[in-house]
């Protein structure tokens, strides 16, 4: 399974998945270049951004999700290549 930003309120619904076989990657990292990204875009308000950044730290999702597979999709500007990106869930796929 991936997930690019289901709502931390989802963690039960993902553990589940998890804990029944499913491979589950976590996409985190550089969060200041997420934000920068995020703003490009023009789809994210900052404000929304933070809030869904705080739900994740207090649920503690890369705590509980990340053990599975954790992947960093962002360098120090914006978004990685994706074909680094699938090289790298490829390599943790045979893990």
Do not use: N
């Not at 804990?19 to 985190?28: I, L, P, Q, T």
């Not at 308000?45 to 950044?53: G, L």
């Not at 999700?65 to 699938?86: G, Y």
């Amino acid at each position: 399974m991936i997930s690019w930003g289901f709502s931390p309120d989802h963690v039960a619904d993902v553990l589940f998945l998890k804990e029944h076989g499913w491979f589950v990657v976590w996409f985190d990292g550089d969060r200041p270049a997420a934000l920068k990204s995020f703003i490009a875009r023009g789809t994210v308000p900052e404000a929304a951004f933070y809030a869904k950044m705080f739900a994740i730290e207090r649920q503690r999702v890369p705590e509980r999700i990340a053990p599975h597979a954790c992947v960093d999709p962002f360098d120090q500007s914006m978004f990685r290549p994706l074909d680094d990106i699938v090289q790298q869930l490829l390599r943790l796929s045979t893990i």
